[in-house]
């Protein structure tokens, strides 16, 4: 089975500008979480989707936004992007109902000049 | 807010030894704990975890143990390999919501 795979892999953007980032969860998976490393901070959860719904979400502004498509791919979109945005984005998928076991990608690497 | 804490930036261990590290958490309503191993340009990756009904798992070389009272984790590894250099990422889950800690960074000196 493939993994998760997330793209691109690496993104520079300037400030002000918006970014979205892909997310192709292993197959079967119907969950897929979001979450922002920067250095110091850990992972910080951003949102998880579950059938297309969103079921919960982390502690991040409105430009932050996400959604999930009917084949479980996922997207989220990054507006007005400010530097301190700058950070790996990674997406995990889960087999189950619940988000106990998960599975990343390599995550998406974006840099905001 | 900080709902799961890893106090320790980074340890160094010598091969062989034991390492042990370590995670608080704040919020009770988390019932299944976590770790996770990170590699640079890599995902992190599923280690081992414990459900909130046990206060004890192992596996290999690894063994995690849970006190619900302190509500706090750790993470043992014996016998320390190079190998094992890497972020480890606490992480707690309840319900729809899994929340990591910031990592600690593990040397294993050969």
């Known amino acids: 089975k493939a993994g998760v795979t997330q793209t691109p892999r690496y993104l520079i953007k300037t400030r002000g500008q918006q970014v979205t980032l892909s997310c192709s969860p292993i197959?079967?998976?119907?969950?897929v979480s979001w979450y922002q490393q920067t250095p110091g901070q850990g992972l910080q959860f951003l949102f998880e989707?579950?059938?297309?719904?969103?079921?919960n979400k982390g502690n991040f502004p409105g430009r932050f936004s996400g959604r999930q498509f009917s084949n479980s791919r996922s997207e989220m979109n990054v507006s007005t992007l400010e530097l301190g945005d700058s950070a790996l984005y990674l997406c995990?998928?889960?087999?189950?109902?619940?988000?106990?076991?998960?599975?990343f990608g390599p995550g998406t690497r974006l840099t905001v000049t | 807010d900080q709902q799961v804490k890893q106090n320790s930036p980074s340890l160094s261990v010598q091969e062989g030894r034991i390492s042990i590290l370590n995670c608080d958490y704040t919020?009770?309503?988390?019932?299944?704990f976590l770790w996770y191993k990170k590699y640079p340009a890599e995902g992190p990756t599923f280690l081992i975890s414990?459900?909130?009904?046990?206060d004890k798992n192992e596996d290999g070389r690894f063994t995690v143990f849970l006190n619900k009272s302190a509500k706090h984790l750790s993470l043992h590894i014996v016998p320390s390999q190079p190998g094992d250099s890497a972020v480890y990422f606490c992480?707690?889950?309840?319900?729809?919501?899994?929340?990591f800690g910031a990592g600690t960074r593990l040397f294993v000196k050969a």
């Open positions: 995990a998928s889960s087999p189950g109902t619940d988000t106990r076991e998960q599975y």
């Open positions: 197959s079967g998976h119907r969950s």
């Open positions: 989707y579950f059938s297309e719904t969103q079921r």
């Open positions: 919020n009770s309503m988390f019932d299944y």
């Open positions: 414990i459900s909130s009904i046990k």
């Open positions: 992480a707690a889950s309840g319900g729809f919501k899994t929340i």
